[in-house]
């Protein structure tokens, strides 16, 4: 793990690269990378994260500034400026159901090529997947999903990068922690080491690749 | 009392003491607000919490600690918190009791379209589909009928959220449960006659020789 400057951890994500960004309508979304990304306006990006929060608001924002070319998400129904520009087209939406986006992330961080899920059969979202029967039970193949970068937030991180959550702003991170190339976390608190007790890490530290220190 | 009251209500004699529950946005949110007193019922919020409690009082707020829509909550005594994957293999993997939706149409055999009017509302399923296909208990929480057309349809003009029909609806005219496939009339409310519920319902329904009023004070029975 590597400490670096919020503006460095930015500079190393080139245009057109996809990410992995936590959070759930925007709680646990790294905002001081988000606007940092505004700020470099890094574009044609694809972004895979639960949904793209609200206007103003965590990966709306990257919406709004038209910085991304696809979004892979479950939800963007709080989010109407999404909606518009995948009806005009300017944007390619894939919607996913969360339970399967989630395990398909874990998938993707755990070396298995997919998982299989009741969830979807019989509806729009089987179109073109391949179907497997266990023990009588249908299942779609869902393939795993990975990306250049996760931007991760966490409450915790010691100074060697193990990583704690709080509260219902964990969601998503720790599963897009293992699912990318380079993983980039930001910490409300940055603590010595064993302020986190080797019991509530949570993301442990040799995942970790650049911690960004603080200003 | 008006529609959205006499629906939760009727929902919240569903639960019984130590029921894990998922409540959708809208009319299923309700709900909490008439647990009755005396039992214990563990809320889930799916994006990773067990034991959602009331909107905190002012200035209390916590950013990090939301429903699944985005609002601050608080966490009752004995709360948990997790990852999106222990979330949704709760909902998934039949450890759920309960689970109460939103809907747009519901058919004739229990099947629900409540995720997407193509061309107008594409807000994406979220965890719709998973709730839907794994939950032990599928409820539907919905008014009778939108713009003066049944929501209760005989064959669904919208997508499908699951392929596993609910088990029961209660609008504010009726509750309708689809044991062995089929839509029957199981209660009707207080002021409303068969006549009328079969009028403003487009599916064939089931109407058993005796068909109670609907309930809605809390439920005292263990």
Not at chain 1, 7 to 28: E, K, N, Q, R, T
Not at chain 1, 130 to 158: M, P
Not at chain 2, 75 to 89: C, E, I, N, R, Y
Request: glycine fraction near 10%; hydrophobic fraction near 45%.
């Amino acid at each position: 793990m590597k400490t670096i400057s919020l503006h460095d951890a930015v500079a190393i994500i080139p245009d057109g690269a996809s990410l992995m960004i936590g959070g759930f309508m925007g709680v646990g979304t790294p905002e001081a990378v988000i606007d940092e990304i505004l700020r470099q306006k890094k574009s044609h990006l694809t972004v895979i994260a639960n949904d793209t929060a609200s206007p103003g608001i965590g990966i709306g924002k990257l919406v709004t500034a038209r910085l991304l070319s696809k979004v892979i998400v479950s939800h963007i129904g709080l989010n109407p400026e999404t909606q518009q520009q995948m009806m005009a087209g300017d944007l390619q939406v894939d919607l996913v159901p969360q339970g399967t986006l989630v395990e398909r992330i874990r998938a993707g961080g755990c070396g298995l090529g997919g998982i299989l899920t009741p969830t979807g059969i019989g509806t729009v979202v089987e179109e073109g997947k391949s179907k497997i029967t266990v023990n009588g039970r249908e299942y779609l193949l869902e393939v795993a999903l990975r990306a250049d970068f996760a931007l991760i937030h966490a409450f915790l991180a010691d100074y060697i990068g193990n990583l704690a959550y709080a509260l219902t702003a964990r969601n998503f991170n720790p599963l897009m922690a293992l699912a990318t190339d380079t993983v980039i976390a930001n910490a409300d608190n940055i603590v010595p080491v064993g302020v986190v007790a080797p019991d509530h890490v949570v993301t442990p530290a040799p995942v970790v690749d650049y911690l960004i220190a603080k200003a | 009392m008006d529609a959205q009251t006499i629906i939760a209500k009727r929902i919240a004699r569903e639960l019984r003491d130590g029921m894990l529950v998922n409540l959708g946005i809208g009319i299923p949110t309700l709900v909490a607000n008439f647990v009755p007193d005396g039992i214990h019922v563990f809320f889930q919020s799916e994006n990773g919490l067990i034991g959602t409690g009331p909107i905190p009082e002012q200035g209390m707020a916590l950013p990090w600690l939301t429903d699944a829509g985005g609002r601050p909550v608080t966490a009752l005594p004995g709360a948990s918190t997790f990852d999106s994957a222990m979330s949704f293999a709760l909902i998934r993997g039949g450890h759920l009791d309960l689970t109460v939706l939103g809907g747009l149409q519901v058919d004739r055999r229990g099947l629900l379209a409540n995720w997407m009017i193509p061309g107008k509302m594409v807000p994406g399923m979220g965890g719709a589909m998973d709730l839907v296909t794994g939950a032990k208990r599928v409820v539907v929480a919905m008014q009778h009928t939108a713009k003066g057309k049944s929501k209760i349809v005989d064959a669904l003009s919208l997508p499908l959220t699951s392929t596993r029909p609910v088990d029961l609806v209660v609008t504010e005219l009726a509750a309708i449960a689809f044991q062995d496939g089929r839509a029957t009339l199981m209660e009707i409310a207080d002021g409303v006659s068969v006549e009328e519920v079969l009028a403003a319902t487009e599916a064939d329904l089931f109407v058993p020789d005796n068909v109670p009023r609907m309930a809605l004070e809390p439920r005292t029975e263990p």
